[in-house]
């Protein structure tokens, strides 16, 4: 695994105050040998051992604080599964081919156009000419040589167009709930008032500001109130609250696909061995471990195609890969994806309970 220094950027300042004291002991050192001054080395290493320690302190102190806000954050709503409909293929229309190719000696199409079936379950056909819905040609390598009647063996098909993504299923809306304003005009007074000090008070209280349901239901509240410069003033800093959620949300998200992106590159060598044969190497790159590259001792660009139709694509697409490589030296395919940006990777999280948008109360 690639050293990530933006994962955890207290241990990155530890490792560089550590070196900074490593170094100046070494001059120290020197100094001893040379009889030369010592002060200014001794100074640096007072100052790169307090330094590391108020690292140490600091990186500290902001796990504790993520540990308590993870820990105060409601469970996230258990997404609904979309699944795919297979269209059934027409039962009478497959048996009338199979008898139309049964009966017909010279083992190729009838006059009619309708084609045999090929059946298997590992993905192999039968001699006859494999039935198609969109009436393509049989593939010659396919069906174990050159039609029974002496012609020409007919073009391997044009591959079809790349299937479209499944959409990713949205979180569930979790609004906050508010009750209506009073109708008197003293007693609403009073609940905007009420409600602009309870806003203040989450913005204000580091450990409120931190949990996702206080903000949005803060939110919620606060935009029943009149517009004014108290209630704008508030807005803003809840603004400030919803951007440090939004980071630290799409933080977590981020550590999640960079572990499940290494645990898929750790395995998807061997596998490709299993099941394609040959040798494969994978490595990974990238600030977020999104760039791929799979090397094969033989790879054309029509094997790469194969392998990415045959189920590679959909697992670069739901493991969030922005740009991966085929390539066994000679033959290199390049296939770039549209990925989240990481800083955004929390949105569907905040919409999910209306902090989608930045937070703002127009002037009235």
């Known amino acids: 695994m690639n050293l990530d220094p933006t994962a955890d950027p207290w241990a990155t300042a530890m490792l560089g105050a550590a070196t900074l004291w490593l170094l100046s002991f070494l001059i120290l050192m020197a100094a001893l040998v040379a009889r030369t001054e010592r002060r200014v080395s001794g100074g640096l290493m007072l100052v790169s051992l307090l330094a590391f320690l108020g690292f140490a302190a600091a990186g500290t102190r902001e796990r504790i604080v993520e540990a308590d806000r993870l820990a105060a954050l409601p469970p996230s709503p258990t997404p609904r599964p979309i ?69 020409e063996p007919e073009p391997e098909p044009e591959p079809g167009p790349e299937p479209e993504p499944e959409p990713a299923p949205e979180l569930a809306m979790n609004l906050p709930e508010v009750e209506p304003l009073p109708t008197d005009p003293d007693d609403r007074k009073w609940a905007e008032i009420a409600i602009q000090r309870d806003a203040a008070a989450v913005a204000s209280s580091p450990r409120r500001c931190a949990r996702l349901d206080a903000v949005a239901q803060a939110w919620a509240e606060l935009q029943r109130v009149e517009s004014t410069r108290r209630s704008r003033g508030i807005a803003r800093d809840l ?88 390539t066994d030296g000679k033959h290199t395919k390049t296939y770039a994806f549209e990925v989240t940006p990481d800083g955004e990777l929390g949105l569907p999280d905040l919409r999910a309970v209306g902090l989608g948008e930045p937070l703002d109360l127009p002037r009235e």
């Open 83 to 151: 699944v795919a409909e297979t269209p059934t293929p027409d039962p009478d229309g497959a048996r009338a081919s199979a008898d139309d190719t049964a009966g017909d000696s010279t083992g190729g199409p009838d006059d009619t156009g309708s084609s045999g079936v090929g059946e298997g379950v590992d993905g192999a056909t039968t001699t006859g000419p494999e039935a198609s819905s969109t009436g393509s040609e049989p593939d010659a390598e396919t069906t174990g040589g050159a039609p029974d009647d002496g012609g």
């Open 239 to 326: 603004e400030t609250c919803r951007r440090k959620l939004l980071y630290s949300i799409s933080r977590r998200h981020r550590r999640a696909q960079v572990d499940a992106r290494d645990e898929f590159a750790d395995g998807l060598a061997e596998t490709l061995r299993t099941q394609e044969g040959g040798m494969f190497w994978v490595s990974i790159s990238g600030t977020s471990h999104e760039r791929l590259r799979i090397g094969a001792s033989e790879l054309p660009e029509a094997a790469a195609e194969a392998l990415m139709a045959g189920g590679l694509r959909a697992d670069l697409r739901r493991l969030a890969f922005a740009h991966v490589v085929l």
